[in-house]
């Protein structure tokens, strides 16, 4: 299995896994090739029987443990063994062409999915380009950014624009160039209950069997059903879905880069009365806000090489530099901008409110 992402990073995962494959083909979708071409890959993934324990290895934090075979992120198997299926990333090469890593073929696809985004994002620095965690799309033929952290709504306000005339680029992962231009991921959506419950339109995309779970939760919370809160809690959190935006956008962009003409970092305020509100983003500034958001998103994988560092006294210097080098990049988006603005709301259900404030500072732009 290929895959060629935007033509900057190409990988290949080897080995019997159809459950990894699967969701990564689901994942990235177009971005499959059949072959590489002459380039070798900048990194191979071997699926692999590769599983450790709590008695054979030493739990640092999180998902990160070390073994007599080196550090690994791990996910815990679903039984009362304490065994952990094992992903092992050789990181003395990381960064160099055909790094090859290892991961048990029964790993946690979802966790498995955002190792293999981190590893792409590496790559990325070498072609003047980085991750960003945002959400971004073209409307009234502007093309927008909006980074944020966590649980702010980004995913919310892309929908938000579900209805208008708009042209999907990302939900959660986007890629900027330090030219200012942004390169569209087609990535499923990752879908939560909260979003189905503001949008209830969502769910003429899923399958009846998961309709009727989101409807099921919402006549727990009710009181129309008698559970307890721990039960609807668990509901809840289950009731999610990656979607493709080929499914709920007419529009999705062909990958072509595409000059940004705003961004718009999205901030949640912890006072629930605050009003949504819009400030003028520092151009010096923006660089470490975007660099902080990518720092805790990948904090495991930083974590797990500080461990390889102390275990094995090993420095790879393209890995001591992928932060400032991030911050160059991010400069030059941050030049290249137009307008920059920090937008912040007290909730992630704010997104009628927050495309409100979008839609008015392009409007009166001029």
């Known amino acids: 299995m290929y895959l060629d992402i935007l033509g900057l990073v190409q990988f290949e995962v080897r080995g019997e896994g159809e459950t990894l494959r699967n969701y990564l083909r689901y994942e990235y979708s177009i971005l499959e090739v059949e072959q590489l071409g002459q380039r070798e890959p900048d990194f191979v993934i071997h699926l692999v029987d590769d599983v450790s324990s709590e008695q054979e290895s030493v739990h640092v934090r999180g998902p990160v443990s070390y073994d007599n075979d080196g550090v690994y992120l791990q996910h815990r198997l679903p039984d009362d063994d304490p065994e952990y299926n094992t992903f092992r990333i050789d990181f003395d090469a990381l960064g160099r062409k055909s790094c090859h890593i290892s991961c048990d073929r029964e790993f946690n696809p979802h966790f498995f999915s955002i190792i293999v985004d981190y590893l792409i994002h590496i790559?990325?620095?070498?072609?003047?380009?980085?991750?960003?965690?945002?959400?971004?799309?073209?409307?009234?033929?502007?093309?927008?950014?909006?980074?944020?952290?966590?649980?702010?709504?980004?995913?919310?306000?892309?929908?938000?624009?579900?209805?208008?005339?708009?042209?999907?680029?990302?939900?959660?992962?986007?890629?900027?160039?330090?030219?200012g231009r942004v390169h569209a991921l087609p990535k499923r959506l990752n879908l939560l209950y909260y979003n189905f419950k503001q949008y209830p339109e969502l769910l003429d995309?899923?399958?009846?069997?998961?309709?009727?779970?989101?409807?099921?939760?919402?006549?727990?919370?009710?009181?129309?059903?008698?559970?307890?809160?721990?039960?609807?809690?668990?509901?809840?959190?289950?009731?999610?879905?990656?979607?493709?935006?080929?499914?709920?956008?007419?529009?999705v962009s062909d990958g072509d880069p595409d000059p940004i003409d705003y961004i718009f970092l999205l901030r949640r305020s912890p006072f629930e009365e605050q009003s949504v509100t819009r400030a003028t983003l520092s151009r010096d500034v923006f660089p470490y806000r975007k660099q902080s958001i990518l720092d805790f998103e990948q904090s495991y994988f930083k974590t797990a090489y500080k461990v390889h560092k102390a275990q094995t006294g090993g420095i790879n210097y393209y890995l001591e530099n992928t932060e400032e080098r991030t911050l160059e990049i991010l400069g030059g988006v941050a030049e290249k901008t137009p307008e920059l603005y920090e937008l912040t709301a007290p909730s992630q259900q704010d997104a009628d409110k927050l495309k409100q404030v979008i839609v008015q500072a392009i409007m009166n732009e001029g």
């Open 205 to 251: 995309s899923t399958p009846a069997e998961f309709n009727s779970l989101v409807n099921f939760v919402k006549r727990a919370k009710s009181g129309e059903i008698d559970l307890n809160q721990d039960a609807i809690d668990t509901l809840t959190d289950q009731a999610r879905m990656r979607i493709s935006p080929y499914d709920l956008f007419d529009d």
């Open 123 to 179: 790559h990325l620095l070498d072609h003047g380009a980085t991750y960003c965690h945002s959400c971004a799309f073209e409307y009234d033929g502007k093309v927008i950014v909006c980074p944020a952290w966590r649980q702010v709504g980004k995913t919310n306000l892309l929908l938000s624009f579900l209805r208008e005339d708009v042209s999907y680029i990302a939900d959660d992962w986007c890629v900027l160039t330090e030219d």
